[in-house]
């Protein structure tokens, strides 16, 4: 079992990309699924992504056909490719299973989509 330590944000215009990863650990991803959570300022932290460890995907209506969670097997990491970044993209993205284990979080990676 290894700890999350999300990485990959930073400041984009809109409608760039960027790439998020989060450690795997094995295993706990056999038993729940991986997903990408995301908070904004001033909002509630929502669930954007979600991968198994068969490969389904289920993502937030917000950003489907905008992101791509997948498994980079080179890196032992879940990682999401953030394409057609939004303002209300905007957000401190973490890494967690879902459901949702327990309440331990990592520290999250900061993405900010403005001009």
């Known amino acids: 079992q290894v700890q999350r330590v999300e990485s990959g944000g930073g400041l984009v215009q809109p409608g760039g990309s960027l790439r998020l990863s989060c450690p795997v650990s094995?295993?706990?991803?056999?038993?729940?699924?991986m997903a990408w959570y995301r908070q904004a300022p001033g909002k509630q932290c929502e669930l954007v992504a979600g991968?198994?460890?068969?490969?389904?995907?289920n993502y937030a209506d917000s950003v489907k056909g905008r992101f791509t969670i997948f498994r980079d097997y080179a890196k032992n990491t879940v990682d999401l490719q953030m394409s057609d970044l939004k303002p209300e993209d905007t957000a401190v993205y973490y890494c967690?299973?879902?459901?949702?284990?327990?309440?331990?979080w990592g520290p999250g990676t900061r993405v900010t989509v403005s001009s």
């Open positions: 991968i198994t460890s068969g490969g389904s995907t």
């Open positions: 967690n299973t879902f459901p949702l284990a327990n309440d331990l």
């Open positions: 094995e295993s706990i991803f056999r038993i729940y699924a």
